[in-house]
């Protein structure tokens, strides 16, 4: 029996020194850049999140399907509103002055009016309902 027990403690001992033998130590070091990865792999994850992506921008899809017309008028409210805003630096600046009244820019519909805190320009983008309030103090 005794020769059983040396034989069977010598298996393990042997066992156990083979497997401490080949054990290392683990390291981990993360890829991704953001989690302190190289930073030579980001190019790599993006190409490689970009081939796997099977959705699609709609905003992409959209073609600009605007007429020479359309884009013309586009153009003109875009002078005018550059006009009509070099005028109130001016007048900001003391050089001239903006007539009350009600005009209308193209799809802008602009109100000038005198009040006691100074000339106030309303602008309203009939199109879409956005409204800006614009207020110079009287000097």
Do not use: C, H
């Not at 027990?5 to 401490?20: E, I, K, P, Y």
């Not at 790599?44 to 081939?51: K, V």
């Amino acid at each position: 029996m005794l020769t059983k027990t040396t034989t069977l403690l010598s298996l393990l001992f042997l066992v156990f020194a083979f497997t401490a033998s080949n054990a290392q130590q683990l390291s981990y070091k993360p890829i991704n850049p953001a989690f302190g990865g190289d930073t030579f792999n980001y190019q790599w994850l993006i190409q490689s999140a970009e081939a796997q992506n099977k959705f699609t921008d709609p905003a992409e899809n959209i073609t600009d399907d605007t007429s020479e017309l359309d884009s013309f008028t586009d153009g003109l409210n875009r002078q005018l509103l550059s006009g009509f805003s070099r005028q109130i630096l001016n007048l900001q600046l003391g050089e001239q002055e903006l007539a009350p009244g009600v005009f209308t820019i193209g799809s802008y519909e602009v109100e000038i009016l005198e009040s006691l805190e100074g000339l106030v320009v309303n602008l309203l983008d009939t199109n879409t309902g956005d409204q800006t309030q614009i207020i110079i103090p009287n000097n």
